[in-house]
């Protein structure tokens, strides 16, 4: 068990439809990381906020959108749902905002039908 | 940019010994992990490198070679539940930019 924790684990919705995934980190990180892990794409990094900011962004599209709470918790809302957008999503926290070791969470596994 | 190059799959019998090669290309590195991830599970940490040489942890060992941007795993008396995908990731300019993952090397152990 990493710390890190995310709901749902499974979400099953339509086209079109907007979704948003949970993620708590660890007890006392700062950094929460989302990644985007399809069958032919491995694992993609889509943001990270660190302390309520935003800090990297990667190839996240615009109908995706991310924050990051007072209390660290974070959520990433998908919009505009396409059938391709089906994966599974990680969240992942570290300490610190510099990428070192990162713990996973177990992941939402999205299907969009 | 940044290239990763690893295996695609790997096969090596319970209780042997196997090497999982990755090469990068990376503008700046400041460093490189190596996480395993069960199918369906979450990647966990295994290794970061920072220093060329090995370091050994257990059954499992990392090599850097900085000069060469290449890197292994090196699992020894494997076992049925080391049957895993390993993700190479390169960390760039000292953790300012995201970590890129490599697609991963889905090792099956066979008894």
């Known amino acids: 068990d990493s710390g890190v924790t995310q709901t749902p684990k499974h979400l099953i919705t339509a086209t079109g439809q907007r979704v948003t995934l949970r993620c708590s980190p660890r007890?006392?990180?700062?950094?929460v990381y989302w990644y985007q892990q399809s069958l032919d794409q491995g694992l993609q990094f889509l943001i990270q906020?660190?302390?309520?900011?935003?800090?990297a962004k990667g190839n996240i599209l615009e109908r995706f959108s991310a924050q990051q709470f007072p209390d660290l918790h974070s959520e990433l809302n998908l919009s505009s749902l396409e059938l391709g957008d089906s994966a599974l999503y990680f969240c992942?926290?570290?300490?610190?905002?510099?990428?070192?070791?990162?713990?996973f969470g177990p992941g939402t596994r999205l299907t969009v039908t | 940019g940044q290239n990763i190059d690893q295996p695609t799959e790997m096969t090596a019998t319970e209780g042997a010994i196997v090497q999982i090669n990755c090469t990068y290309q990376t503008s700046g590195f400041n460093g490189l992990f190596w996480y395993q991830q069960h199918a369906g599970e979450a990647p966990t940490f295994l290794s970061y490198?920072?220093?060329?040489g090995l370091e050994e942890k257990g059954r499992f060992s990392s090599f850097l070679s900085r000069s060469k941007g290449y890197s292994y795993l090196l699992l020894k008396e494997l076992q049925m539940k080391d049957s895993a995908s390993y993700l190479c990731?390169?960390?760039?300019?000292?953790?300012?930019?995201?970590?890129?993952f490599g697609k991963g090397t889905r090792l099956s152990v066979i008894a």
């Open positions: 906020y660190y302390n309520g900011e935003e800090r």
């Open positions: 992942a926290s570290s300490s610190a905002w510099d990428n070192h070791e990162q713990y």
């Open positions: 990731a390169p960390q760039r300019d000292s953790g300012n930019t995201p970590l890129v």
């Open positions: 490198n920072v220093l060329d």
């Open positions: 007890s006392g990180d700062l950094s």
